[in-house]
């Protein structure tokens, strides 16, 4: 299965401590999304690639957090000075992407399994 | 006030069951509407799209959209223990949109 994938699958920190989590899209992919879901809620949008460039940043995406994606692969998400709030299962999305009008086509986004992060 | 409103549930259901799960927007600029589904531990994976008012069909899944009213539902017929999951209504202003807006979710459980 060549779908997105998510490392870890959970992590389990103190606060106040930085973790990183990676995103591996699928490989044709030019487009990747980081998204983050709390309990009960639908996962809210927090930033976007085009290849290496990092081209849209939610105000949900605090100084704490970093996103990379070096050479247009693989993205890390890392969060510096871990807080009770920022538990939360953490999706990674990938898709192909193209600007314009795609006539009724859809670049669908697929969607990793998701890193949970708890913070003790 | 949330762009996206999704009716909370949960829902229990028999097998065999219609059931209509439902959401409202308030952002015209909205112009692709999708319904996604999540299990549990998993991420959410796409049933179906749709950008035009009307339904669309496929298999058990109806996707109704009414563009006047802002409105949006899944009507899932002959309901199945693996439909038991959360199911998710997103929307984007274009068909290659770079974030998806999300409703909360509603839980349908489907009983034996």
């Known amino acids: 299965d060549t779908g997105v994938s998510q490392d870890p699958r959970h992590k389990i920190t103190k606060r106040g401590q930085n973790v990183t989590f990676r995103c591996d899209p699928i490989s044709e992919h030019n487009r990747l999304y980081w998204y983050r879901q709390t309990l009960g809620q639908g996962p809210e949008f927090l930033t976007y690639?085009?290849?290496?460039?990092?081209?849209?940043k939610s105000r949900l995406l605090s100084d704490r957090f970093s996103a990379e994606r070096p050479k247009g692969s693989f993205s890390t998400l890392e969060i510096q000075r871990t807080e009770q709030g920022d538990s939360a299962m953490y999706l990674c999305?990938?898709?192909?992407?193209?600007?314009?009008?795609?006539?009724?086509?859809?670049?669908?986004?697929?969607f990793g399994d998701g890193t949970r992060l708890s913070i003790l | 006030q949330k762009e996206v409103e999704q009716d909370p549930g949960p829902l229990s259901v028999p097998e065999g069951a219609i059931v209509s799960l439902n959401c409202t927007y308030s952002?015209?600029?909205?112009?692709?509407f999708m319904w996604y589904r999540q299990y549990s531990r998993k991420g959410p994976e796409l049933l179906m799209y749709t950008y035009s008012s009307g339904n669309k069909e496929d298999g058990r899944f109806t996707a109704q959209l009414n563009r006047a009213s802002q409105y949006i539902s899944l009507l899932i017929r002959d309901s199945k223990l693996s439909d038991s999951a959360t199911y998710l209504c997103a929307m984007s202003s274009s068909g290659s949109a770079r974030q998806l807006t999300f409703g909360s979710g509603t839980q349908l459980t489907v009983l034996p």
């Open positions: 690639f085009q290849n290496e460039a990092q081209l849209e």
């Open positions: 999305a990938s898709s192909l992407g193209e600007d314009g009008w795609a006539g009724g086509r859809i670049q669908p986004q697929h």
């Open positions: 952002n015209s600029a909205f112009q692709y």
